[in-house]
């Protein structure tokens, strides 16, 4: 009897463990008798079937499902309409839904974020839909009329998502919210200057928290190839301006000094300038700062002009440490990712340049030992 009571005891505890690692999703769906209804899920690069069950009269089903490694994506499928949802470990969902709106007119209950999946796809299926009648058929008015509602709803879908994006990026909605699309094009890319911090927050927490996931290294490299991309467009950018400027044989820079007034390298034509790209922070910034100071107390009074781009990221540094000195000294609050960098492609500091009085650079980086000859010689 003992042993017959221990065991009763011990029913309920064999019963949880034969039930971890399990996820459960449970429900009915009305008016699909003698329809087979099945669970897939749905990977980066195909979509697996797990269980499927013929459903009876009453349209009452329940499937339990290993649980995912990661969170992952699922759906339930009869004939080709779907039901998208995520799963996150040991989940219980009950999901209710009419064979005739299935894939948009479905209840879920048991996870906020496969409410708000449920949300963006609701509201996606509905731009969809519009989209549609973007036919050749319609006339140009009513085409444009069509397409201009179409584009504000979309911007409506989109203020949605951002906002699910910003409360959670961690979250699978948010995940599910950055690769939806109308017809082939992606509501959110990365290339796109107003979409990329939104696809970066995701891509960010996904990595932090999930770093070894194939859907996070996906996203992850995506976001560094858009980030990438960006810079080559910048580099691009910046010698188209060196070319459409090589009359004047520079390109100008604006940046604040330690006073806050914007100073201009143009401003110094008809001196030969020193252009000069360091910071304060760098090895044996002092003796650096001490051979300028020599170059300027010698020549400033002849025509001589240093022009300092400082790249410190500390301002506070760069403040202290430009206090008393005399040439011109800016600094761009991008430090190494200054557009000045880019333009005049410093790998490294000190970059220096030496400047004619025409304005032509004629000396890139210049031995110390020569500066002084090369200086007095275009003086």
């Not at 699909?32 to 697996?48: N, P």
């Not at 700062?289 to 020549?299: G, I």
């Amino acid at each position: 009897m003992k042993i017959k009571y221990l065991l009763f005891l011990l029913l309920p505890f064999f019963a949880a463990c034969t039930q971890q690692g399990k996820f459960k999703v449970e429900g009915e769906i009305t008016d699909a008798e003698g329809k087979t209804l099945y669970i897939e899920q749905t990977g980066l690069l195909k979509t697996v079937v797990l269980d499927s069950v013929k459903l009876k009269a009453d349209g009452s089903y329940k499937f339990k499902v290993s649980s995912p490694e990661y969170p992952d994506f699922y759906r339930l499928r009869v004939e080709d309409k779907v039901i998208n949802f995520a799963i996150d470990s040991t989940e219980q969902l009950v999901i209710k839904a009419g064979l005739k709106n299935f894939a948009t007119g479905y209840t879920v209950e048991g996870s906020e974020i496969n409410v708000q999946i449920k949300e963006l796809r609701q509201s996606l299926s509905a731009i969809q839909a519009k989209a549609n009648k973007l036919t050749p058929e319609l006339g140009a008015d009513e085409r444009n009329v069509l397409l201009a509602d179409v584009e504000a709803d979309i911007e409506k879908h989109k203020e949605m998502a951002r906002k699910i994006i910003l409360s959670n990026p961690r979250s699978s909605a948010a995940y599910f919210a950055i690769y939806q699309k109308i017809g082939n094009t992606y509501l959110f890319s990365p290339y796109v200057k107003a979409d990329k911090p939104y696809c970066a927050a995701v891509a960010t927490a996904y990595n932090a928290f999930m770093p070894d996931y194939i859907r996070t290294k996906n996203l992850y490299s995506l976001v560094m190839d858009a980030i990438k991309q960006e810079r080559k467009e910048k580099d691009s950018q910046a010698w188209r301006e060196v070319l459409n400027s090589a009359s004047a044989g520079y390109i100008d820079i604006e940046l604040p000094d330690r006073t806050g007034n914007v100073r201009k390298l143009s401003e110094l034509e008809g001196k030969v300038v020193l252009i000069d790209f360091s910071a304060y922070q760098m090895d044996k910034s002092v003796q650096y700062t001490f051979e300028l100071r020599e170059l300027y107390n010698k020549y400033s009074g002849r025509g001589f002009e240093i022009y300092q781009v400082s790249l410190d990221r500390s301002k506070l540094l760069w403040e202290e440490s430009v206090a008393n000195i005399p040439w011109v000294c800016v600094r761009d609050e991008n430090g190494p990712d200054s557009r000045a960098v880019s333009t005049y492609n410093v790998q490294s500091v000190p970059t220096i340049f030496l400047m004619n009085r025409k304005g032509e650079i004629v000396v890139r980086n210049p031995d110390f030992s020569s500066l002084d000859a090369s200086i007095a010689k275009l003086l």
